[in-house]
């Protein structure tokens, strides 16, 4: 049991994001849920995942530009959304809004409660944590160390490196594929 209640608390970070994720992939009724609930929860596990980046990395840039990047990925779907949406009234389902308040508090107070039946404050705040004890002493021999850069190559972030080479590749292909077509725009005067 105890082993159980030291692993939701070294992965805080990664239960309250899959905490959100269920809150975006099991709603109560899709046809009833706004688009800008949904995209609120969007942008409430992107500042989480940030957060978690910021936490567990040395620099902050690496999760800075995460976060902008996902931000402007919204403004895009937002114009996108835009140019297809007529002026139509917004009407918000305040009964699904107090559920999913419900829903949310009541998944919040049972984490709670389970990290309270420790009752060891110190474990909640990180600071009996190995793991990361052994982050910040890692985090002082790479300050200290001449060549930084050389930690993008090792195991931990080959999965960040495939994803660089995977978006790029992308964007090397949807280049390619509007170079080679004549795509209209999306708002035409007839």
């Not at 936490?55 to 902008?68: G, P, Q, R, V």
Request: charged residues 10%; proline residues 2%; hydrophobic residues 60%.
């Amino acid at each position: 049991m105890m082993m159980f209640i030291k692993f939701i608390i070294n992965n805080f970070f990664t239960l309250f994001l899959m905490m959100c994720m269920v809150m975006i992939l099991f709603p109560s009724n899709f046809k009833k849920i706004h688009p800008l609930v949904m995209g609120s929860l969007m942008l409430m596990i992107s500042i989480f995942i940030s957060l978690s980046l910021n936490f567990y990395n040395k620099s902050s840039l690496y999760s800075l530009l995460m976060y902008l990047i996902v931000i402007g990925g919204f403004l895009i779907l937002f114009l996108y959304f835009n140019s297809f949406a007529l002026n139509n009234k917004v009407t918000l389902n305040f009964d699904l809004f107090f559920w999913f308040i419900y829903k949310y508090s009541m998944l919040l107070l049972m984490f709670i409660l389970i990290i309270y039946e420790i009752n060891n404050f110190n474990l909640i705040m990180f600071i009996n944590n190995n793991l990361l004890e052994m982050n910040f002493f890692n985090l002082n021999y790479y300050k200290n160390n001449i060549m930084p850069m050389i930690n993008i190559y090792l195991k931990f972030y080959l999965l960040t490196f495939f994803g660089m080479i995977y978006l790029f590749y992308t964007l090397i292909i949807v280049v390619k594929m509007l170079y080679y077509t004549k795509p209209k725009a999306l708002r035409q005067g007839y």
